[in-house]
């Protein structure tokens, strides 16, 4: 396994970042593998540096673009890695789940997720 260091612009980064963004397209001069850890840090192009934000990410696939099955072949030297945090866990952010009576080892259950108050219906009230 390898930790590959990498710059990555804000509005890509930011998504990487949020875990709504779970693949990432790269010149592939790395030879990245299955297992190896990007060590993605957000780089500010207008004032070249680094903006201090961090994270980091377990490729899960490579895919090249070559070989039997490829419909569509990427150009040549880049892949697409498909990417979960690397602890393993998915690339988003977690909902945190409020327990009634304690934690679920100790016999707690999920409280209902918030509704509206004082008559208002949200969205999902209404059905939407």
């Avoid at 004032?47 to 895919?63: A, D, K, M, N, S």
């Avoid at 070559?66 to 498909?82: D, E, F, H, N, W």
């Amino acid at each position: 396994m390898t930790t590959h260091e990498l710059k990555s612009w804000p509005d890509f980064f930011e998504s990487l970042f949020n875990g709504s963004k779970t693949f990432d397209l790269r010149l592939n001069d790395r030879d990245y593998q299955v297992g190896d850890v990007l060590h993605l840090r957000e780089w500010d192009d207008r004032t070249q540096q680094y903006t201090g934000r961090e994270c980091f990410r377990r490729i899960t696939y490579v895919f090249d673009g070559i070989g039997s099955g490829s419909i569509t072949p990427l150009a040549r030297g880049y892949a697409i890695l498909s990417l979960v945090t690397s602890d393993g866990g998915p690339s988003f952010p977690r909902r945190r789940t409020r327990w009634k009576r304690g934690a679920p080892e100790r016999g707690g259950t999920p409280l209902p997720r918030a509704r509206a108050r004082h008559g208002h219906q949200t969205a999902r009230d209404q059905g939407g």
